[in-house]
T-cell receptor
Framework: DTEVTQTPKHLVMGMTNKKSLKCEQH?????MYWYKQKAKKPPELMFV???????INESVPSRFSPECPNSSLLNLHLHALQPEDSALYLC???????????????FGPGTRLTVL | GQNIDQPTEMTATEGAIVQINCTYQ??????LFWYQQHAGEAPTFLSY????GLEEKGRFSSFLSRSKGYSYLLLKELQMKDSASYLC???????????FGTGTKLQVIP
């Protein structure tokens, strides 16, 4: 099973709303990632969690708040977003974090977010 | 910093062979991924090259030259369903940092 699931598939929110994106994997992977992808652009790394600890934050604004409650789950909490934050948010996981890793990242189907 | 370059668009004929190139400049290089992404869908893994040389997997092959900072993805016997974006992505440093190139949109025509 190489499945990463994400919910919801689509989300529309206002700039004052608070919402959360969820990601789950049951492959025993210990590294999980959030990417943001705008139309016709490649995915851009936002956060990396290694062994449930935040290891990379690519200077993401604080209105995006990641959380990794356990090794299978990854959340992205959203608050006071801007219309320019509208994008496809992709979650990925890989087997082992750590220097020089060679593990494939498996992507979830993504959440398409629209901020009004 | 990192710099990853791919052609923006390519067109090829069904049944033909196409080669998509990727050049990169990075520090702490670990390896290079190729992903396929259909419009509106998540990327799917195609290949991962760590050492120099060619790796073949069915109709798809990927080549890496670390000294030249160069890779290519070779698609044989093209099918209409191969129309997609092909993303080159570099794995560098620790903690699995993966940086994607801008992607090459391939259109397969009859």
């Amino acid at each position: 099973d190489t499945e990463v699931t994400q919910t919801p598939k689509h989300l529309v929110m206002g700039m004052t709303n608070k919402k959360s994106l969820k990601c789950e994997q049951h492959m025993g992977h210990r590294a999980m990632y959030w990417y943001k992808q705008k139309a016709k652009k490649p995915p851009e790394l936002m956060f990396v969690y290694s062994y449930e600890k935040l290891s990379i934050n690519e200077s993401v604004p604080s209105r995006f708040s990641p959380e990794c409650p356990n090794s299978s789950l990854l959340n992205l909490h959203l608050h006071a977003l801007q219309p320019e934050d509208s994008a496809l948010y992709l979650c990925a996981s890989s087997q082992t974090p750590g220097g020089g890793g060679t593990d494939t990242q498996y992507f979830g189907p993504g959440t398409r977010l629209t901020v009004l | 910093g990192q710099n990853i370059d791919q052609p923006t668009e390519m067109t090829a004929t069904e049944g033909a062979i196409v080669q998509i190139n990727c050049t990169y400049q990075t520090s702490g290089f670990n390896g290079l991924f190729w992903y396929q992404q259909h419009a509106g869908e998540a990327p799917t893994f195609l290949s991962y090259n760590v050492l120099d040389g060619l790796e073949e997997k069915g109709r798809f092959s990927s080549f890496l030259s670390r000294s030249k900072g160069y890779s290519y993805l070779l698609l044989k016997e093209l099918q209409m369903k191969d129309s997609a974006s092909y993303l080159c992505a570099v794995n560098s440093g620790g903690y699995q940092k993966v940086t994607f190139g801008t992607g090459t949109k391939l259109q397969v025509i009859p």
